[in-house]
């Protein structure tokens, strides 16, 4: 793929070797760090989440054009890790939403990428949804999935996860301005330009909410 074909283990700059021993390493450190500051729950989540990036979303990847949806898993687990490790109860419903909208998000993240990028996975030898739907249609399904993630983040105003309403009214700011940007993507004629503007939207849009999630925990911690 000519997207990824200068990254160090495609180019030769590094061995696969050296990649599998810098793995190992940081996976005995990272678990001894979990074990040793969090908790075995969370060493467990994390473990987890290795275990189906590699052995199950990366091998699907190369036979089933939906794969980006069970693997989508990977991307809902670490917020999770962090919130047992925290010690909260792994199905108390705020986490549960939390991950869900990392979930969601991923889906569709990932669709505007294969508008880009879709002969591209095709050289690869990756099957793709681009084999199957018109661009048209592809960027139909994107927007359905963009709605969906839109609500899943609203959702958070009406699960008490936010102190503060200045933070809800932020929240459903950042809502609104992405309903209206996937508006104009879903309009617009398939452009590699607009589907890269489409695709920085939505990973702008994800890090205003972390954003607005962090800051209203630290400023609740402050005035504690």
């Not at 699907?60 to 925290?86: C, E, N, Q, R, T």
């Not at 010690?87 to 508008?115: V, Y």
């Not at 590699?192 to 911690?221: A, Y």
């Amino acid at each position: 793929m000519d997207r990824t074909k200068n990254r160090p283990i495609p180019s030769g700059t590094v061995s696969s070797s050296t990649v599998m021993m810098i793995s190992l390493a940081f996976l005995i450190t990272g678990s001894a760090l979990l074990l040793w500051k969090s908790n075995l729950q969370a060493l467990s989540i994390g473990l987890f989440t290795m275990f189906w990036y590699n052995a199950v979303y990366t091998p699907m990847k190369k036979i089933f054009s939906l794969a980006i949806i069970p693997g989508s898993l990977v991307g809902a687990l670490p917020p999770l890790a962090g919130w047992v490790a925290a010690g909260g109860d792994i199905l108390d419903p705020k986490i549960l939403l939390i991950s869900s909208f990392f979930f969601i998000w991923q889906i569709p993240h990932f669709w505007i990428l294969l508008l880009i990028y879709g002969n591209d996975y095709d050289k690869g030898g990756f099957p793709t949804l681009t084999n199957v739907f018109s661009d048209r249609q592809l960027k139909n399904i994107t927007f359905c999935w963009i709605t969906l993630t839109i609500v899943i983040a609203l959702s958070i105003n009406f699960f008490g996860i936010l102190n503060f309403y200045v933070s809800n009214i932020f929240l459903a700011i950042i809502c609104v301005w992405l309903f209206s940007e996937s508006l104009k993507f879903l309009r617009s004629a398939s452009d590699i330009k607009v589907n890269k503007n489409m695709f920085i939207r939505i990973n702008i849009f994800t890090l205003l909410i972390i954003t607005v999630l962090s800051l209203d925990k630290l400023v609740k911690l402050f005035l504690s």
